[in-house]
C-alpha cells in the first residue's frame, strides 16, 4: 500500500485536482470540485515545500474537511427581505389600501374586488359602490372602514 503513495508528487496532485474538477462538470452535485480544489492546494504547496507523502495525504485531508463549511457558508441563500417583504403575506400588503366595494356590506359583510378576487370584508354597514380603506387584517379577514 505505501508503495502507491510512495511516488505521490507535485504533478500527480494537480493531475488528480484538474481530472476531480473535470467530473463535476461532468457530474455535477459541488462535491467533487472542492475535492479537486484540495489536491490543488496540495499541489501548489508541495512545489514550494518538499514533503512527504503522508503529510501531502494529511494536507489533502484537512483541506477536503475544511471547504465543508466554506461550501456551507458560501452556498447558503442570503435572506433579501427587502425585494419581496410581503411574500407569503399577501393581506397584510393589503393595509391600509383603499377599494370600491362590490357588495354592500350589509349586517358586517360585503365583498370587494382587488385585482381578480373577490374579498370578503367586514365592517358597518355601507352600501355597494362606496371606497373603503383596509383597516385590519386576519387570516383572509379584511375588516375595513370608510376612507
Known sequence: MTNMFAPLGTWNWLIFGFILMALEVLAPGVFLFWLGLAALLVGLISFAVAMSWQIQLVMFAVFAVAAVPLWRRLARPKPDASTSPFLNKRTEALLGR??????????????????????????????????????????????????
Open 98 to 147: 383603499e377599494f370600491t366595494l362590490e357588495k354592500p356590506i350589509i349586517d358586517g359583510s360585503g365583498t370587494v374586488r382587488i385585482g381578480d378576487t373577490v374579498w370578503r370584508v367586514a365592517g358597518p354597514d355601507t352600501p355597494a359602490g362606496t371606497r373603503v380603506k383596509v383597516v385590519q387584517v386576519d387570516g383572509a379577514n379584511l375588516t375595513v372602514a370608510a376612507a
